[in-house]
């Protein structure tokens, strides 16, 4: 789940985030659904250079954790919003396939053209097209 608010003051955003999370809960209460807290994060995206407090939220009367780097949709989230964990995870796994189609593809004895097609559209541009 996802809750945005954007605004200059710290305060204000930290007041409607409250809100949210508690129209949230309740909502969620009255279905039959629960949020664990100890499982529920979030994370301040700011450009801002200066230093300045987190928002605190609680959530059935405990601080939500406040953390660097979710994970939402396969996507990882910075607070910078430079996606630099993201691209790392998603080159790590492209590498281990991109190794698997250099071995396959040796001159002497490797795979057909037509194989190492078929080979990288099923383990790197399948990859590549489901994570960006």
């Known amino acids: 789940m ?15 985030l409250q809100l949210a999370v508690n129209k949230i809960h309740q909502w969620s ?3 039959g659904f629960t949020f664990s807290t100890a499982k529920t994060s979030f994370v ?22 406040v953390v660097s780097k979710v994970k939402f949709l396969r996507v990882i ?8 964990s993201h691209v790392m995870r998603l080159r790590k796994k492209l590498d281990k ?9 040796n ?4 795979a057909s053209r037509t194989s190492l097609l078929r080979v990288y559209r099923a383990s790197i541009l399948s ?5 960006v």
């Open 2 to 16: 996802s809750t945005t608010c954007t605004f200059l003051v710290m305060a204000f955003i930290e007041r409607q």
């Open 29 to 31: 209460a009255f279905n």
């Open 44 to 65: 301040h995206f700011c450009r801002k250079r200066s230093l300045h407090p987190e928002p605190e939220i609680k959530l059935e009367g405990q601080l939500i954790n």
């Open 77 to 84: 989230f910075d607070k910078k919003l430079i996606f630099h």
């Open 97 to 105: 396939a991109l190794n698997i189609l250099k071995v396959l593809s």
């Open 107 to 110: 001159t002497s004895w490797g």
């Open 127 to 131: 990859k590549w097209i489901t994570d």
